[in-house]
């Protein structure tokens, strides 16, 4: 058990993961596979393994770009800045001055980021057929409600239902037939984090803030993947940036991409502030696409208080991030199938042929699972139902994908406008793994961030 949840904590894990996420970015490794191939098949110590394997790290990262890399992407926000296309000007949200119409956005925010992470985590890591081919099975498909594991035996053995452990220390799966409120998970502690970091940092909060925060206020066995490699060189001594950067292969994963969402939250109509935010949270663990990924989702939730519109919803996040990176290219691919009437279904088909489910660094990557959100938004038409739906069916980082998606459709439409059917399983709670936090009241968390947004200057 111990060396299972301490996996991203070892070099040799990682060196796989390294050449594939080098390959990505356009560098040139030639002969460093080979050595990652020869160190799998060494059997000596574990010790001298670990050593040799962060040496390699080092060699991967010290690769230069392969000649005619057509790709620029920068880690500096006044050089992300820069490298914008089209950016969104917009003017201050019409009723801003009136708290239940703020309270009503923020809080539909926080229910449809809670009610989608719910939604995707009992069939996280499963691949899309076994998904969909559940999903009939039990006559959910489009989902017109949570996943539950009360289901026939034969239906239980054909698709390998289990009912425990749950994660972070839950004796239960988070079947809705299992849960009271919304659960543990790592897409809302980081969004309880986040508050927490402006409510004691304020505006001004700095990377290092948030690392702090971090180290006081949440366990290393709650992070995942790059959050645990940037954890562990925390601790080691090294700061931000250098915390994203050191032997972590894990650097455009998703994992920042699900930590935009409070930033949007705080800065309505001004999503060159909320991208600006996510950017100093973002480097703390990641780099290149795995910042833009944040930057995108903080910056699709500033817009999304002034117009409902998807397409719109997303090219206002697009505008804050650089025009030509590997994600801005691929969102405007999808944005492209929509208009030229692609379905939705083959849609989702055209990313799989893109990115390979069974391969945990594109299951996980930023890239492929912003697509899942955007096509989802797109098709989804601004219905939460359908869009959670969606994003859970097109399979990839389902609880993810669905948090995100739902917590912008939830800003978009309010929590009055929200489907009863996927707020009551909800009980207004959520449990945090925060430190400080446990059970909370969702609805208390969005009147904090109501207090938060009002004390944000421009």
């Known amino acids: 058990m111990l060396k299972e949840s301490l996996r991203w904590l070892s070099f040799s894990e990682d060196l796989e993961t390294e050449a594939v996420q080098c390959q990505d970015e356009g560098k040139d490794i030639r002969g460093l596979a080979e050595r990652v191939e020869s160190l799998s098949k060494d059997s000596g110590p574990e010790p001298d393994r670990e050593a040799l394997a962060g040496r390699l790290l080092?060699?991967?990262?010290?690769?230069?770009?392969?000649?005619?890399?057509?790709?620029?992407?920068?880690?500096?926000?006044?050089?992300?800045?820069?490298?914008?296309?089209?950016?969104?000007?917009?003017?201050?949200?019409?009723?801003?001055?009136?708290?239940?119409?703020?309270?009503?956005?923020i809080y539909g925010a926080w229910l449809g980021r809670c009610g989608g992470c719910l939604a995707g985590v009992p069939v996280e890591t499963w691949t899309?057929?076994?998904?969909q081919g559940f999903a009939r099975a039990v006559g959910n498909e489009p989902m017109t409600h949570y996943f539950s594991s009360a289901v026939p035996p034969e239906i239980r053995d054909a698709f390998g239902i289990e009912d425990s452990p749950g994660y972070y220390g839950a004796p239960l799966k988070s079947w809705i037939n299992n849960?009271?409120?919304?659960?543990?998970?790592?897409?809302?502690?980081?969004?309880?984090?986040?508050?927490?970091?402006?409510?004691?940092?304020?505006?001004?909060?700095?990377?290092?803030?948030?690392?702090?925060?971090?180290?006081?206020?949440?366990?290393?066995?709650?992070?995942?993947?790059?959050?645990?490699?940037?954890?562990?060189?925390?601790?080691?001594?090294?700061?931000?940036?250098?915390?994203a950067l050191h032997r972590n292969p894990y650097r455009e994963w998703i994992g920042a991409q699900i930590r935009g969402?409070?930033?949007?939250?705080?800065?309505?109509?001004?999503p060159e502030l909320g991208a600006?935010?996510?950017?100093?949270?973002?480097?703390?663990s990641h780099v290149k696409n795995g910042i833009y990924g944040e930057m995108w989702v903080a910056a699709m939730l500033s817009v999304a208080f002034q117009v409902q519109d998807p397409q719109a919803i997303i090219l206002g996040g697009l505008g804050q991030i650089p025009n030509q990176c590997r994600l801005s290219q691929r969102i405007r691919e999808v944005l492209v199938w929509k208009e030229s009437a692609v379905p939705w279904k083959e849609a989702v088909d055209r990313i799989h042929a893109l990115y390979d489910e069974t391969c945990p660094h594109d299951w996980c990557h930023t890239?492929?699972?912003?697509?899942?959100?955007?096509?989802?938004?797109?098709?989804?038409?601004?219905?939460?139902?359908?869009?959670?739906s969606m994003a859970v069916l097109s399979g990839f980082d389902t609880d993810c994908n669905a948090a995100t998606a739902g917590s912008i459709v939830g800003l978009s439409l309010g929590a009055k406008s929200l489907p009863a059917s996927w707020l009551e399983p909800l009980?207004?709670?959520?449990?945090?793994?925060?430190?400080?936090?446990?059970?909370?009241?969702?609805s208390t968390l969005a009147r904090r961030t109501v207090s938060v947004m009002r004390t944000m200057k421009s």
Request: proline share 6%; aromatic share 8%.
């Open 128 to 131: 899309r057929k076994r998904i």
């Open 179 to 243: 849960v009271r409120h919304a659960p543990e998970d790592d897409d809302t502690n980081y969004t309880v984090l986040a508050l927490k970091v402006l409510e004691t940092q304020g505006q001004n909060f700095t990377s290092e803030d948030v690392a702090e925060t971090w180290l006081t206020h949440l366990p290393i066995l709650h992070t995942c993947t790059a959050e645990r490699v940037a954890y562990r060189n925390l601790v080691s001594g090294l700061k931000p940036p250098q915390s």
């Open 261 to 270: 969402d409070l930033f949007g939250y705080v800065t309505p109509g001004n």
């Open 367 to 388: 890239i492929s699972n912003a697509m899942v959100v955007c096509t989802s938004l797109l098709y989804g038409g601004a219905d939460y139902g359908q869009t959670v």
């Open 276 to 284: 600006e935010l996510a950017w100093r949270d973002a480097r703390v």
């Open 58 to 105: 080092d060699d991967f990262a010290a690769a230069p770009l392969a000649p005619g890399s057509r790709y620029t992407e920068p880690d500096e926000l006044e050089q992300i800045r820069a490298l914008r296309g089209w950016t969104s000007s917009l003017p201050p949200p019409r009723f801003l001055s009136d708290d239940d119409w703020v309270f009503d956005r």
């Open 427 to 442: 009980n207004d709670t959520l449990q945090s793994g925060v430190d400080g936090m446990g059970l909370e009241r969702i």
